[in-house]
Nanobody, 119 residues
């Protein structure tokens, strides 16, 4: 049973930093990719960043390039999202997700963690 658990959200002032963590457990040998998504109030969920499980290539939404960074700690079974130079527009619930082999999209999701950036 694959499980993803996010942590690290909170309240931060504009220009500040946060690091989100996504702990994963269960069978991961069939993962293709892990990613971070976010959903702001009244808006659709949107892609933030992702990392290919094999090779580690990373991808980012244009709105976060240069400010947010995805990384992985294999020993600690954790994927991180380092968020710097935060803006009020970054306020959202952030979700960690995994795409497994055979799935056409991300098919395993965490419960989300709230990030609030004050101006």
């Amino acid at each position: 049973q694959v499980q993803l658990v996010e942590s690290g959200g909170g309240l931060v002032q504009a220009g500040g930093s946060l690091r989100l963590s996504c702990g994963y457990s269960g069978r991961t040998s069939n993962y293709l990719s892990m990613g971070w998504f976010r959903q702001a109030p009244g808006k659709e969920r949107e892609f933030v960043a992702s990392m290919r499980w094999s090779g580690g290539s990373t991808y980012y939404a244009d709105s976060v390039k240069g400010r947010l960074s995805i990384s992985r700690d294999k020993l600690g079974n954790t994927v991180y999202l380092q968020m710097n130079l935060l803006k009020p527009d970054d306020t959202a619930v952030y979700f960690c997700a995994a795409q497994r082999q055979g799935a056409s999209s991300y098919d395993v999701w965490g419960q989300g963690t709230q990030v609030t950036v004050s101006s």
